[in-house]
């Protein structure tokens, strides 16, 4: 079994795996804009078992004038219920604290772990000033791990890998905390069945390193 492989690598032991999901607006013409996250640290145990050891999840309260769309409204993310959620300067800064703060007290590494990691990774780029330690935090895709993996699928979204590994699909699909459990359930059967033996296996396949920042008065194009 891949899994029980892997536990013998020791940075897999040392590492903390944070499965993170954001549910975001995208306002025409701005940056995609997040109003939930939610994050699950696992560990990877000797046994091959990988262990929940906490969770975070938090709505966030949108900028004025960016809408709310009818697809959040249906998956249970409402006007009335962003409308008292805390903003997302709050909301980072505290995620960034729980995950960082008890893994550099342990000495350990941290990955993000995403499915569809870009999109992940851009939300953590527009909230950088408020969460610095998680926007440089590399990230391993499990989309990527699914192509590598299973080639023969025509498609690897959440949904089809749940639904290809047997895993029950929960009726709240599309909010942040359903979708982190669901990425764990398929990232557990990926490590299980896949053919990566250490950590760095897994970064050679599924791999995505941060958004760079570019520093203060940088030409990055031409006139």
Not at 45 to 74: H, I, N
């Amino acid at each position: 079994m891949a899994l029980t492989t892997l536990a013998l690598d020791p940075r897999m032991g040392r590492t903390r795996f944070v499965v993170i999901d954001f549910e975001g607006l995208t306002p025409v013409g701005r940056a995609p804009v997040p109003v939930e996250v939610a994050a699950v640290t696992v560990v990877c145990r000797g046994d091959g078992t990988l262990e929940e050891l906490g969770q975070f999840g938090s709505l966030m309260k949108p900028p004025a004038g960016v809408a709310v769309t009818a697809f959040d409204q249906a998956a249970g993310i409402t006007r009335a219920l962003l409308a008292t959620a805390p903003p997302a300067r709050e909301v980072m800064a505290a995620l960034d604290r729980h995950v960082h703060d008890p893994a550099e007290a342990a000495g350990a590494e941290v990955r993000l772990v995403a499915q569809n990691a870009p999109t992940e990774r851009t939300m953590l780029h527009g909230q950088r000033d408020h969460c610095p330690r998680l926007a440089g935090t590399p990230l391993l895709d499990t989309l990527r791990l699914a192509r590598a993996s299973l080639p023969e699928l025509t498609a690897h979204g959440l949904s089809e890998l749940a639904r290809y590994f047997g895993v029950t699909i929960p009726p709240d699909r599309h909010r942040a905390l359903a979708d982190v459990e669901l990425t764990i359930a398929v990232l557990r059967e990926l490590l299980t069945r896949g053919p990566w033996e250490t950590l760095l296996d897994l970064e050679r396949t599924a791999a995505l390193q941060p958004k760079r920042v570019e520093p203060a008065g940088e030409q990055t194009g031409l006139f």
